[in-house]
């Protein structure tokens, strides 16, 4: 019996099943050799999907049907699983509750002895705890709403999960318009990371890319008002976006940036203290905050922090800059490389960062990109070396493995690049 591209993809379903589901009753433990494993197969077997999406333009629909429930039911026991103990999502319970008793998340310290009564169980472990909170605006007051509902760990985790959920429709819109098979969104639905870090940890990231997608969604659409918000609602969710400023350049209307402005201007109003905008924990972070940054580490050694982070976010800019004048028209490459360059030269690469690449890695020269999804896994050694006493540290071998796997890639798709472009073209007779 011949094994047809459908039927290849439906066994790499069942191989992310099986793992993903293994590796989600490992979520107490991340980074356990057995944790590992199983989400390196994982990891794997999504390469081997990615490979039979460029290598068939078209899938009949029920087969990204069936992938679409593979990955809800992958996504469940993850959401049932409780994460660790100082996972962020603990600090987001807390700076919801300290909203809606009256104080404000970015001027409190979690520790401080005074306001121990205010705990709860899920906020007692949180990390951090002697820094006030670095999250922007948008994300605080999403926060703020979910625990008004239901103040829990558990709570936050099904409103990312129904982000996650909202990204997979509006993505599939967006391919029904751009003419690209709608299997695509199987290269965002089954990326391991989403389980893990959404599902599993649970990290306000999502909200953001949710955000920044439907402002793709609606430039494609020309509505430039929406665009222009829902770009601003997304930078103060996290501030990596920012960098994609110039992809809207003549393509919003300056009364849709303004308006874009004063919304998120709007939004801190509630956190002014003595006038001042905050900022909470920000600065701490970029000063003293280090994880996987290989690229930062280097150029610090010659120049202050503050410095080299103002380069990552110029970096992305200039890529962006790039990007929008090689594609006149909308392209998602043009929205992944600059984050991802940003991201490449940043102090901190946590895996969950990469969430914001995911709706648009679709195209042979997001490879390198796609490849770095994956590559990051190893990383997570690094949660069960701190169990063992060990510094808060990437080793040096697992970076190599990182990055180098992700220079390769690049390498390999130059190459092909080269060899297409410099091969003889036939003549007609």
């Not at 310290?109 to 705990?119: I, N």
């Not at 922007?136 to 829990?152: G, K, M, N, W």
Request: aromatic share 12%; with cysteine; glycine share 8%.
């Amino acid at each position: 019996m011949k094994v047809t591209p459908s039927r290849r993809l439906y066994g790499l379903g069942v191989v992310l099943l099986v793992a993903l589901t293994i590796c989600s009753r490992k979520l107490g433990s991340v980074g356990e050799p057995s944790f590992l494993i199983s989400l390196g197969i994982a990891g794997i077997a999504y390469l081997f999907a990615i490979r039979e999406f460029f290598s068939t333009p078209r899938f009949p629909r029920r087969v990204f049907v069936v992938g679409l429930v593979m990955a809800a039911l992958w996504h469940l026991p993850f959401l049932f699983m409780a994460p660790g103990s100082d996972d962020d999502i603990h600090r987001y319970v807390w700076d919801g509750r300290m909203q809606r008793l009256g104080y404000n998340p970015y001027i409190v310290v979690p520790s401080d002895p005074a306001l121990a009564g205010l705990h709860t169980p899920e906020t007692r472990t949180l990390n951090n705890p002697d820094l006030p909170s670095p999250y922007p605006a948008a994300a605080q007051l999403f926060f703020r709403s979910v625990t008004a509902i239901h103040e829990s760990v558990y709570a936050l985790k099904v409103a990312f999960v129904v982000c996650d959920l909202a990204i997979v429709l509006v993505l599939l819109d967006i391919l029904r318009r751009s003419g690209q098979g709608a299997h695509w969104v199987l290269a965002y639905a089954w990326n391991p990371l989403l389980a893990i870090e959404v599902a599993g940890s649970g990290h306000i990231d999502i909200v953001g890319v949710l955000l920044l997608l439907v402002s793709v969604a609606a430039l494609g659409r020309r509505w430039r008002a929406v665009a222009a918000v829902a770009f601003g609602l997304a930078v103060a969710v996290k501030f990596l976006p920012i960098v994609l400023l110039p992809l809207y350049w003549r393509r919003v209307r300056v009364r849709d940036g303004a308006l874009a402005a004063v919304v998120v201007g709007l939004l801190y109003v509630p956190f002014f203290s003595h006038g001042r905008i905050p900022i909470g924990a920000l600065g701490t972070f970029v000063r003293s905050f280090r994880f996987n940054d290989p690229v930062f580490a280097t150029l610090e050694r010659v120049a202050a922090p503050q410095l080299v982070a103002g380069l990552a976010v110029l970096v992305g800019f200039l890529t962006a800059i790039w990007q929008r004048s090689k594609a006149p028209t909308q392209s998602s490459d043009a929205f992944a490389w600059p984050m991802a360059a940003s991201l490449l030269c940043a102090p901190v690469v946590y895996p969950w960062y990469l969430l914001w690449l995911l709706p648009f890695l679709r195209s042979a020269s997001t490879g390198p990109i796609i490849v770095w999804t994956v590559s990051i896994i190893p990383t997570y050694y690094v949660w069960y070396l701190r169990t063992l006493g060990r510094p808060w540290l990437v080793p040096g071998w697992i970076m190599l493995l990182e990055y180098g796997s992700v220079t390769i890639a690049g390498a390999i798709i130059a190459l092909r690049r080269i060899s297409r472009s410099g091969a003889p073209q036939c003549s007609p007779d």
